[in-house]
């Protein structure tokens, strides 16, 4: 399958999930999972892959360094997330 500016059908998902606060190391370790995943399971195609970070909260650093980031046409996805209860959890994207 080759990327062609058309919404793709099959897309991987790179999700790296941290306990508490994510650094920006943890960028750079989400940007080499899906290098990896685009050199050895999705064809080279770079554009079939969404890195997604998941923490309890983002320093500056972390969201400046995932904003600067440059990793196909698509950024990092960021997110908080915050435990309601025993069976909830919210998510909610943190703007870039």
């Known amino acids: 399958m080759r990327y062609t500016d058309f919404p793709l059908r099959y897309q991987f998902s790179i999700i790296e999930l941290k306990r508490d606060e ?18 050895r399971l999705a064809n080279t195609e770079i554009e079939t892959v969404q890195p997604i970070l998941i923490a309890y909260r983002f320093n500056k650093e ?3 360094k995932a904003k600067l980031s440059e ?4 950024a990092i996805k ?7 209860n025993e069976t909830d959890i ?3 994207e943190v703007e870039l």
């Open 71 to 74: 990793f196909s046409n698509r």
């Open 62 to 64: 972390t969201i400046k």
């Open 78 to 84: 960021l997110f908080k997330y915050k435990v309601i």
């Open 90 to 92: 919210k998510f909610e």
């Open 22 to 39: 994510a650094k920006p190391k943890d960028v750079s370790q989400v940007i080499n999972y899906s290098k990896w995943v685009a050199g």
